[in-house]
C-alpha cells in the first residue's frame, strides 16, 4: 500500500490578498491552469495552534501530501479554504479486511469561518477581492489614526448594536482561535462587547479611492460596577503576523486605553489572561503614559495603601497594575549605590507587598522558610522590573 501519512495542520497557510483588479483576476484563471501561485502580491503566514479545528495533536490522518490554504480578502475578510492532497487513503485500494477512511478536512475549519464570507470558487473569490478595492469600507466609527513609515493607520471602533459589526467580527473570530492559546468565541448577542480594529490605509495605483487592509483588532467587555459604573476588560488582543513588531499593538492599546480614561461610567481598564508579551506591550504603555503625566513625581517607598488607590483611581488602572507601575517607576528612580536607605525602604515596600498577596501560600511555613521565599521572590521581581525599565 502507497505511504499515506497523517499531515501536521499547523503547516497549514493562511493567505492574505493584496491585490489590483486586473491582476487578481489573471491570477486566478492562470492557478487554475497552472495549480500554482506567482506570489507576487500575497502575504503568507502560518497559524500558531489548529487545535480548536482539529484537536489536541494537531494532525490528520490519511493523506500523502496534504496541503492546506485558507485565503483571505485583506478588507472584507471574505475566504476561500483550498486543500490539495496526492493520495488518500480513502481512495486506495486495500487487502485489509476493514476499509480506512482519511478524516474529514474541510468539515471542521468550514464550522468556524463565517458562512456568509466563504467563497466557493477561486473565482468567486478573485471577484470579491476586486469589489473590496472598489467598496469595502471598515465597519464602526474612525476614532484615532496615526502614520507609521509614510503608510497610514487608522483605528475604528464599534459594538454589537450594529448589524455590520456583528458580522464583521464573525469574520475576524477564526483568527483568535489560530493565534491566541486557549481563545473561544465571544457571544455576539450581549451588546457590551465593544470591538476595536487597525486598518491600514492605501491608495492602489490606478484606484480612485483607498483601499484597507485589516492590521488588528480587540475586544473588550464592560462589567457592571456598583452603582451605574463599569469595569472594562480586554479579552482578545490581537495583531496579524505580517504586522506583528510595528508598533500597532501598543497603538492599539493606547487608543483602548485612552477610550476608557475618556468614559465618565468606566472605571479602570483590565486585561484577562494576559500572555507575556502583551504584559510586557501593556506595562511599557502605561509606564510611559505615567511618566509623561508625571503621575509618581514627589512619591517615595514605602506608599500607603490609600495613595495607591488614588492613582489607580485616577489613571484607571486596576490595584495590581497601578501598583507594578509605581514600583517600577520608584525603583528607576533610585541611585541604588548612593542611596542604600532609600534602596532598603523600597526593598521593605515590596517585600511586604509580596507577602501579603503570598500569605495563604506560605501559611504553613517556619519563619525562615517565609524569609526565604520572599527574597527570592523579590530578586526575581526586581530583575523582572530592570528589565522593563531598559525597554522604556
Not at 51 to 76: C, D, M, Q, T, W
Not at 94 to 100: A, D, G, K, R, V
Not at 172 to 192: S, Y
Not at 208 to 225: A, E, K, Q, S
Amino acid at each position: 500500500m502507497a505511504s499515506v501519512v497523517s499531515a501536521d495542520t499547523a503547516e497549514a497557510v493562511l493567505k492574505a490578498l493584496e491585490k489590483d483588479a486586473t491582476e487578481i483576476k489573471q491570477d486566478a484563471e492562470e492557478e487554475e491552469e497552472e495549480g500554482e501561485d506567482d506570489g507576487a502580491d500575497i502575504i503568507q503566514f502560518h497559524p500558531a495552534f489548529t487545535y480548536p479545528i482539529y484537536g489536541e495533536h494537531e494532525r490528520v490522518f490519511g493523506y500523502k501530501g496534504l496541503s492546506i490554504n485558507l485565503h483571505y480578502a485583506s478588507g472584507s475578510l471574505a475566504t476561500f479554504l483550498e486543500i490539495k492532497y496526492q493520495k488518500s487513503i480513502t481512495t486506495l485500494e486495500s487487502s485489509l479486511p476493514i476499509q480506512l477512511r482519511a478524516d474529514d478536512v474541510e468539515t471542521p475549519i468550514l464550522q468556524v469561518l463565517s458562512k456568509a464570507a466563504v467563497c466557493r470558487s477561486k473565482q468567486e473569490f478573485a471577484g470579491q477581492v476586486v469589489r473590496d478595492t472598489e467598496r469595502f469600507e471598515p465597519p464602526g466609527k474612525k476614532i484615532h489614526e496615526y502614520t507609521k513609515d509614510s503608510v497610514q493607520y487608522e483605528v475604528y471602533q464599534g459594538d454589537f448594536r450594529s448589524a455590520s459589526m456583528r458580522e464583521y467580527h464573525e469574520r475576524m473570530q477564526t483568527f483568535v482561535l489560530f493565534f491566541i492559546e486557549g481563545a473561544q468565541f465571544i457571544d455576539p448577542a450581549d451588546e457590551r462587547w465593544r470591538v476595536y480594529m487597525v486598518f491600514e490605509k492605501l491608495r492602489l495605483e490606478g484606484r480612485p479611492r483607498d483601499c484597507y487592509n485589516l492590521v488588528g483588532f480587540t475586544t473588550v467587555y464592560g462589567f457592571y460596577h456598583w452603582p451605574d459604573m463599569r469595569r472594562l476588560r480586554i479579552s482578545q488582543f490581537l495583531v496579524l503576523p505580517p504586522y506583528q513588531n510595528m508598533g500597532h499593538g501598543s497603538a492599539l492599546y493606547k487608543v483602548v486605553y485612552r477610550d476608557v480614561v475618556g468614559d465618565p461610567k468606566a472605571v479602570d481598564l483590565t486585561v484577562e489572561d494576559p500572555s507575556a508579551a502583551f504584559d510586557d506591550m501593556r506595562d511599557l504603555c502605561d509606564l510611559r503614559c505615567l511618566l509623561d503625566q508625571r503621575a509618581f513625581d514627589g512619591i517615595r517607598a514605602p506608599v500607603s495603601l490609600p495613595k495607591i488607590r488614588e492613582l489607580g483611581a485616577r489613571y484607571k488602572l486596576a490595584r495590581r497594575q497601578i501598583t507594578r507601575c509605581l514600583e517600577i517607576a520608584l525603583l528607576r528612580e533610585l541611585d541604588i549605590r548612593a542611596d542604600q536607605k532609600a534602596y532598603q525602604e523600597y526593598r521593605l515596600f515590596v517585600k511586604r507587598r509580596i507577602y501579603a498577596q503570598n500569605a495563604d501560600q506560605m501559611a504553613g511555613m517556619d519563619a525562615d522558610e517565609k524569609k526565604q521565599r520572599v527574597r527570592d521572590a523579590y530578586a526575581a521581581v526586581e530583575e523582572d522590573y530592570h528589565r522593563i525599565i531598559a525597554l522604556i
